[in-house]
Antibody, heavy 123, light 111 residues
Framework: QLQLQESGPGLVKSSETLSLTCTVSGGSISTYAYYWGWIRQPPGKGLEWIGNIYYTGSTHYNPSLKSRVTMSVDTSKNQFSLNLSSVTAADTAVYYC???????????????WGQGTLVTVSS | QSVLTQPPSASGTPGQRVTISCSGSSSNIGSNNVYWYQQLPRTAPKLLISTDNQRPSGVPDRFSGSKSGTSASLAISGLRSEDEADYYCAAWDDSLSASYVFGTGTKVTVL
């Protein structure tokens, strides 16, 4: 049974870099047509797609966050990661990792989500 | 600010039919597939409808999706108390640099 589990600091200081890891179990991260991504949700607000990555390392980011986002994948550990630099209070959110599925990375959609982890940016 | 607009709330009594709209444009709903997600209180979103109107395995047939032009709709028939949740539409938007975008979300209340 597929499981995705986010891990990382729950508190990050303003201007620093937020780093999260998603561990995939019950399936291989190197599966064809599966992509791995991040979505966030500020408290009491809606969802925002951050981006996704293929096991080859190919990435696609939300243009509004692209300058601050870096994603990476570690196939040996069945994990993928998110780095978001220069964070502010506006980056406080629940961060979800999610499997994406589709024939191409650009048109894939999230179909299975982790439980999410709250990251608070403090001043 | 989301490019997909949903009504903030919808409600109905048990057994009723509730419809949620999702309004977009030619660069998203008008040219790409629409997806719907259900987010129960304090849980992660779950894929409810895929590629406009397909129900993933395990999703009750009380849920149905449709699309026309630059708008989409989610219908819940035979409303049940456990359907009380937030619902989000989503689609790829290929204006300028492509991005996956979510709707503003609709809170469904079962009266």
């Amino acid at each position: 049974q597929l499981q995705l589990q986010e891990s990382g600091p729950g508190l990050v200081k303003s201007s620093e870099t937020l780093s999260l890891t998603c561990t995939v179990s019950g399936g291989s991260i190197s599966t064809y047509a599966y992509y791995w991504g991040w979505i966030r949700q500020p408290p009491g607000k809606g969802l925002e797609w951050i981006g996704n990555i293929y096991y080859t390392g190919s990435t696609h980011y939300n243009p509004s966050l692209k300058s601050r986002v870096t994603m990476s994948v570690d196939t040996s550990k069945n994990q993928f990661s998110l780095n978001l630099s220069s964070v502010t209070a506006a980056d406080t959110a629940v961060y979800y990792c999610a499997r994406h599925v589709g024939r191409t990375q650009l048109w894939s959609h999230p179909d299975f989500w982790g439980q999410g982890t709250l990251v608070t940016v403090s001043s | 600010q989301s490019v997909l607009t949903q009504p903030p709330s919808a409600s109905g009594t048990p057994g009723q039919r509730v419809t949620i709209s999702c309004s977009g444009s030619s660069s998203n709903i008008g040219s790409n597939n629409v997806y719907w997600y259900q987010q129960l209180p304090r849980t992660a979103p779950k894929l409810l409808i895929s590629t406009d109107n397909q129900r993933p395995s395990g999703v009750p047939d009380r849920f149905s999706g449709s699309k026309s032009g630059t708008s989409a709709s989610l219908a819940i028939s035979g409303l049940r108390s456990e359907d009380e949740a937030d619902y989000y539409c989503a689609a790829w938007d290929d204006s300028l640099s492509a991005s996956y975008v979510f709707g503003t979300g609709t809170k469904v209340t079962v009266l």
